[in-house]
């Protein structure tokens, strides 16, 4: 049997999306040992050479190899996974486009594990150029909202073609009820069930294992408190300076608090905690970490006292080891997540509520025990929840 794992742009500096792909991997290997696995990635050397696979091009994500000629890779392919992160809101268009081309191919086809937010990815939702000034003028000399009206009209499009395209694949498991519900905005899909973000099950590597430097590790280990920090590049925080200066505030409060800067893009992320870091009073009390492994990062996310994200894999990193974390949203993804734990957002990237914040973490210092014994029955749940969805993946993939 051959199985084609696809999605999202793996092997594109985002650590929760390979963190998502190492799990996918290991549980279809789990299901099919004897199968024999091909992804979709744009790091194809760097995942051949990690997880002993065979890699095709990133379709759909690189110019040069578009969505539509992903049949090209499907001859002999049995299966194509659609897998990861919020693709459905995300990339919907290219999830339909994808599935559609392995489907016109005669390869099966799973929608596995997905999220779907509230709303649709703004940058594909929206008028530019020409188009946004032309609306704009007419908004502002007639009252008509030609914006709004085309909006309107591609969201029905996009849920029509959802509707279709998922409707004719084999399995469809969303990442959790909430993004099912969204899901079911578009058709019925009444076989379709809600699992877990795969991954919640990524592994950690040991302490010793981590790739920094001595001064990093005792500067790391020397301290009572460390708060692990991620601000996303892709939807930066509007209040920059706000949250820098919270941070310091934050320091002065806690003699004992580390900063540890976790980018989840090695490359953008960090550009933008290092901007962060030069506006700090106290940049001794920061240590600016640079790992590109999933194991790296949840190694060091285990060891924190709280995680304050932007971004939601750090947080499921962190909660693989039940530290508690606080978001700062981007969609309804995060605040749902951490809604299951009992835990909250601080505002949202456009409006960050700082009251909120240093409520949030102060509880999580001060309710360290509390909070794990309460998690850990959220994460058995989590746990079973997969359970369940992986029983339906073996059934599926192993019907003749």
Not at 96 to 108: P, W
Not at 110 to 122: A, K, L, Y
Not at 132 to 137: C, E, I, S
Not at 242 to 264: A, N, Q, R, S, Y
Request: with cysteine.
């Amino acid at each position: 049997m051959k199985i084609l794992l696809g999605g999202v742009p793996f092997g594109c500096d985002n650590i929760g999306d390979e963190a998502i792909l190492a799990s996918v991997i290991g549980l279809v290997r789990d299901l099919c040992p004897d199968a024999e696995l091909i992804v979709s990635t744009g790091d194809r050397a760097g995942t051949e050479r990690k997880f002993g696979v065979r890699t095709v091009p990133l379709y759909g994500f690189n110019p040069a190899v578009p969505a539509d000629r992903l049949g090209e890779a499907l001859d002999g392919v049995d299966y194509y996974i659609w897998a990861g992160a919020t693709g459905l809101s995300d990339y919907p268009e290219m999830a339909c486009t994808l599935l559609e081309s392995a489907q016109a191919k005669g390869v099966r086809t799973i929608v596995w594990s997905v999220g779907m937010n509230d709303v649709f990815n703004p940058y594909f939702f929206t008028l530019h150029g020409k188009k946004k000034k032309l609306a704009d003028m007419l908004k502002s000399c007639f009252g008509f909202d030609m914006e709004k009206r085309w909006i309107e009209r591609r969201v029905r499009y996009i849920r029509q073609r959802l509707a279709q395209t998922l409707g004719r694949c084999d399995l469809i498991v969303l990442r959790d009820p909430k993004s099912l519900e969204v899901l079911r905005l578009c058709a019925p899909f009444p076989d379709a069930v809600a699992g877990s973000d795969t991954a919640i099950l990524q592994k950690q590597c040991a302490p010793e294992a981590l790739p920094w430097g001595e001064s990093e590790r005792n500067l790391f280990r020397s301290a009572s408190i460390r708060m692990a920090v991620c601000v996303s590049e892709q939807n930066r925080i509007r209040e920059f300076d706000k949250f820098t200066g919270w941070l310091d505030g934050m320091i002065e409060t806690h003699p004992g608090l580390l900063i540890v800067t976790i980018p989840m893009n090695p490359k953008k992320d960090f550009r933008v905690m290092e901007e962060m870091k030069q506006r700090l009073r106290h940049q001794d009390r920061i240590l600016s970490l640079r790992f590109l492994e999933p194991e790296e990062v949840q190694a060091v996310a285990a060891e924190c006292s709280v995680i304050v994200s932007s971004r939601l894999h750090l947080l499921i990193l962190g909660l693989n080891n039940l530290v508690p974390g606080v978001g700062i949203a981007r969609g309804s993804k995060i605040e749902y997540f951490l809604s299951r734990f009992g835990l909250t957002t601080a505002g949202t990237t456009d409006a960050l509520d700082l009251p909120r914040l240093t409520e949030s973490v102060e509880w999580t210092l001060t309710h360290q025990n509390e909070f794990k014994q309460r998690a850990a029955s959220v994460r058995a749940g989590l746990l079973a929840d997969l359970d369940r969805a992986k029983e339906l993946l073996k059934q599926t993939l192993t019907s003749s």
